[in-house]
């Protein structure tokens, strides 16, 4: 049987969310299409900081049946790199994603990232060449376009039936365990809107584009819970995106993200969208769509009021079997398909044509994360200006200034955060 040899860089709650669950069942119930026959998925190599949540793995029942190399400390992801896996899996915190994927790239691996790929438009621009120069797929997780409700929504726009978006607002709100304990260690000069907005900019960008352009990005928020009032710690982000469609009509989307909401809250991790079109209104809420769930001293904690079985679930089956499935886990199995179909999808003396074909796939290549990017780039910015006390700045896309610009209230000068077009 054909096999996929993976390693894991990062090893926290994203792996146990949706990682694990791939890898303990495709190692023995192989993914399948026509052009590859059945292919196995193997966890043969992580790589972590301190390598302790790997450690407690490989004692667990899947670890002692499927041993993979642990390795840790400082040179752990290089050190991972110099073995014969095929494919890396990258799910570190975001500010570490470039030099971990432009390793492995440079190591000839096929590379995934978790969203945000990069921070910044020239870590894309190097991202996207050395993947060409190397004959790898370089891929990053956004698991939200495969929601059952936004592929739906994106459906009935591409459809006709919604008809011009004109403006949106967005919403995702994370329990104060979040910021607190899951992810302490790394958010000390970080933001929600980073982590989590990113997920609503690729809904936008990919469900109404490609015909219309990005014009300006604006943004504040809030600091003083996990961090330092006039610190660069952020509580919350609102963040406004600005796209002019081509008969020069404006669509404005509003995202409002944080992580210190009560961690009693009902809805654990709150999400909402609104769409308005010309002939309609699209309105999605993940607690109304959803179940309640009240157990005994279980609830909120153990297990969630509002728990979103769509994205990811445990179930036991009709017909006897326990599953975990869930379009954030359908999602990574899509990548390993489309590197399957890379490497065993035909004859050798085709595979440049099917590589093309894969990076053609604008729903995850990093090629087609540019608007994404640089809209993280220039959020990023305009936050850190308002740390320096200047707040109310904007940063106007392919403008006469440059690809990025970044404009201070009452200064006619701007910074150019990006030379060239995004």
């Not at 059952?148 to 994370?174: A, F, I, M, W």
């Not at 009560?262 to 959803?290: I, M, T």
């Not at 990076?359 to 608007?371: F, G, P, V, W």
Request: aromatic share 10%; hydrophobic share 35%.
């Amino acid at each position: 049987m054909r096999v996929l040899r993976c390693g894991m860089i990062g090893f926290g709650m994203i792996f146990e969310d949706t990682y694990r669950p791939v890898f303990e069942r495709r190692h023995h119930d192989p993914l399948h299409s026509s052009a590859t026959g059945p292919v196995s998925i193997q966890l043969c190599a992580v790589a972590s900081r301190t390598g302790a949540r790997s450690a407690k793995y490989l004692g667990s029942e899947y670890g002692q049946r499927r041993p993979f190399t642990n390795y840790s400390g400082a040179n752990a992801s290089r050190t991972l790199l110099t073995s014969d896996v095929d494919v890396v899996c990258i799910a570190t915190p975001d500010d570490r994603h470039f030099v971990a994927a432009r390793d492995a790239i440079l190591a000839r691996k096929h590379v995934l990232i978790e969203k945000p790929s990069v921070l910044s438009l020239t870590e894309l621009d190097e991202l996207s060449r050395l993947a060409t120069e190397n004959g790898v797929l370089a891929k990053v997780v956004y698991h939200k376009l495969a929601d059952p409700d936004h592929k739906k929504l994106r459906t009935l726009y591409q459809d006709d039936v919604l008809q011009h978006v004109n403006n949106g607002y967005c919403s995702l709100l994370e329990p104060k365990s979040i910021s607190g304990g899951q992810f302490a260690e790394w958010i000390a000069g970080r933001n929600p809107a980073t982590y989590v907005a990113v997920h609503y900019l690729k809904l936008i960008d990919f469900t109404f584009g490609p015909n219309w352009s990005l014009d300006r990005v604006l943004a504040t928020g809030q600091r003083g819970l996990v961090g330092p009032v006039d610190g660069p710690t952020w509580d919350s982000v609102q963040l406004q995106v600005v796209y002019r469609h081509p008969d020069s009509r404006e669509a404005a989307f509003d995202i409002h993200t944080s992580w210190v909401t009560p961690d009693n809250f009902p809805g654990y991790v709150e999400q909402e969208v609104q769409f308005r079109f010309d002939n309609a209104v699209w309105c999605a809420h993940q607690r109304k769509r959803g179940v309640e769930l009240t157990v005994e001293n279980r609830t909120p904690g153990e297990l969630k009021n509002t728990p979103n079985y769509h994205y990811n679930g445990t179930f036991l089956e009709p017909w006897g079997e326990r599953s975990q499935r869930g379009y954030g886990i359908e999602v990574i199995e899509r990548f390993f398909l489309e590197v399957a179909n890379v490497e065993f999808g035909g004859p050798d003396a085709s595979r440049n044509e099917r590589l093309a074909l894969m990076r053609a796939l604008t729903y995850n290549d990093i090629t087609a994360d540019r608007n994404c990017v640089a809209i993280v780039q220039s959020l990023e910015a305009i936050l850190a200006r308002a740390v320096a006390g200047e707040s109310g700045c904007v940063v106007k896309v392919n403008g006469s200034a440059g690809g990025l610009a970044l404009y201070e209230p009452g200064n006619a000068t701007p910074l150019i955060l990006y030379e060239g077009r995004v």
